[in-house]
């Protein structure tokens, strides 16, 4: 096998985020304008000029006008105000992110064997590879004769195995035939000593002295017998190994003269190649990077303040690139790590981008990606120009008869120009009654609840 390893490419220490709200309206259809005389037009016109933004206001939006105030003879005038409707639409809450996109894997070729020369090179960067294929040749001519060195030493330690077997099958048969001598002399010993002591003038003292020295003899080369036979099986087995190590070195010859081949350890694109024919490699030698391109990820790093609402695997994500001008790409979250890196503050957030982007999104692009950690498809919006805060009060004036009403709102997610209602006075705000009320958008700063307006126009 070729040898590799698999790397990340290194990231930027640091990155940039930004938490964010995005609306897309779908309703609110702006009405004509309702045609007015000259005399009041022009009174609204001087109005307006005299009530310049309040200071202290809040995305644009003013604050309640105390009542002390305003002058007493102003009290009972009605204002001439501009009303609008709210609008229907989706929000999203998201966290912006800078990053490189990169391939999944990334494979670092080495040779597994060196002090050879490159002999062929069969591939160029760019080129797709399939997992074993060959990517360059070294050169083998030290690597056979290595080979037929090794079968020529299994072949002589086999010869050795074989001779071990044929001696050990002998001294087995001399230790068997040694031993039928054995036990006949020990036989006859015992009849002879029985004998004596029956009778004693059965057999002669010279008769049992012969008898125990047969016994004797034939003891002693049964014994060398099987001492020869342990020998012998002692012997063989060695050859035996000596013929298994061989083999073992013959098949690591066989091995490092297939690794003269190098062979991409996975399918996909050959991104760097740093060899050419003729150079002397080493296994520390860095042959080519081989990525594939079909498994994009991105590793985003937020601060860990924005944990709170990037808390889970599974959300999506939105990608942009500059090379790919209006072309967004989808992704999902799918591991956050578990530790903030103490030096930078910061937390790995690893996504994973969906096929779609495979073949046009290439690693190493700069992207903004952007994580959707909150969305709502039929979101109640309101422009924040009606926006009214008083002493940490959000609420807006709407036109009811002749008269200014005040309603209080419990607001949402917020973007640049608008801010999502999720209440009104305690009620749905998607309620016919609240969506059918005239908000007023210009010249409610100066307003009290119960005010008379007169409506100069529609926004």
């Known amino acids: 096998m070729t040898a590799s390893r698999m790397i990340r490419r290194p990231e930027t220490p640091k990155a940039k985020s930004s938490v964010h709200s995005s609306a897309s309206r779908t309703g609110g259809?702006?009405?004509?304008?309702?045609?007015?005389?000259?005399?009041?037009?022009?009174?609204f016109s001087a109005i307006l000029a005299?009530?310049?933004?309040?200071?202290?206001?809040?995305?644009?939006?003013?604050?309640?006008?105390?009542?002390?105030?305003?002058?007493?003879?102003?009290?009972?005038a009605p204002t001439l105000v501009r009303v609008g409707a709210f609008a229907r639409g989706e929000i999203k809450t998201f966290v912006d992110v800078s990053t490189d996109v990169e391939a999944e894997y990334v494979v670092e070729v080495f040779p597994k064997v060196g002090g050879a020369f490159v002999k062929e090179m069969n591939v160029q960067e760019g080129d797709a590879v399939a997992a074993g294929a060959p990517l360059l040749l070294l050169d083998d001519i030290d690597f056979r004769i290595e080979v037929r060195r090794r079968e020529s030493q299994l072949l002589q330690a086999k010869q050795t195995e074989q001779q071990r077997k044929v001696q050990?099958?002998?001294?087995?048969?001399?230790?068997?035939?040694?031993?039928?001598?054995?036990?006949?002399?020990?036989?006859d010993h015992e009849r002879a000593l029985n004998a004596m002591k029956g009778d004693i003038d059965v057999l002669s003292a010279k008769e049992l002295n012969d008898a125990d020295a047969t016994y004797q003899q034939a003891m002693a080369e049964f014994e060398a017998a099987k001492l020869a036979a342990e020998r012998a099986e002692s012997e063989q087995e060695l050859a035996r190994l000596s013929c298994e190590a061989a083999?073992?070195?013959?098949?690591?010859?066989q091995n490092d003269l297939n690794q003269t081949t190098v062979r991409s350890p996975i399918e996909g694109?050959?991104?760097?190649?740093?060899?050419?024919?003729?150079?002397?490699?080493?296994?520390?030698?860095?042959?080519?990077?081989?990525?594939?391109?079909?498994?994009?990820?991105?590793?985003?790093?937020?601060?860990?303040?924005?944990?709170?609402?990037?808390?889970?695997?599974?959300?999506?994500?939105?990608?942009?690139?500059?090379?790919?001008?209006?072309?967004?790409?989808?992704?999902?979250?799918?591991?956050?790590?578990p530790a903030v890196d103490p030096t930078s503050g910061l937390v790995k957030v690893r996504v994973r981008l969906d096929a779609e982007a495979v073949g046009q999104v290439l690693p190493g692009m700069f992207s903004r990606a952007r994580i959707i950690v909150a969305s709502r498809d039929d979101a109640v919006l309101l422009n924040k120009r009606a926006v009214v805060y008083d002493e940490g009060d959000t609420f807006f004036f709407a036109v009811e008869g002749d008269a200014a009403r005040r309603h209080a709102f419990q607001p949402g997610a917020s973007t640049e120009n608008e801010i999502e209602v999720l209440q009104v006075d305690g009620a749905d705000p998607a309620a016919p009654e609240t969506l059918g009320l005239r908000v007023i958008f210009v010249g409610q700063d100066r307003l009290r609840d119960g005010d008379p307006v007169v409506i100069a126009g529609e926004t």
Do not use: K, M, Y
């Open 50 to 76: 005299a009530c310049g933004p309040g200071e202290g206001q809040q995305d644009g939006a003013p604050l309640a006008q105390p009542a002390a105030a305003r002058p007493q003879d102003q009290a009972a």
């Open 247 to 253: 083999a073992i070195e013959l098949e690591a010859a």
């Open 29 to 43: 259809a702006a009405r004509a304008a309702a045609a007015r005389s000259l005399s009041v037009l022009l009174s």
């Open 269 to 337: 694109v050959v991104q760097r190649r740093n060899v050419n024919a003729g150079l002397l490699v080493s296994p520390s030698t860095h042959l080519f990077t081989v990525i594939d391109p079909t498994r994009l990820i991105a590793n985003l790093r937020i601060p860990q303040e924005d944990l709170r609402l990037v808390s889970h695997a599974g959300l999506p994500v939105e990608f942009r690139f500059d090379a790919l001008p209006g072309r967004v790409f989808a992704g999902v979250v799918e591991a956050i790590n």
């Open 168 to 187: 050990l099958s002998e001294t087995r048969a001399r230790e068997r035939a040694q031993q039928v001598v054995f036990e006949r002399a020990r036989a």
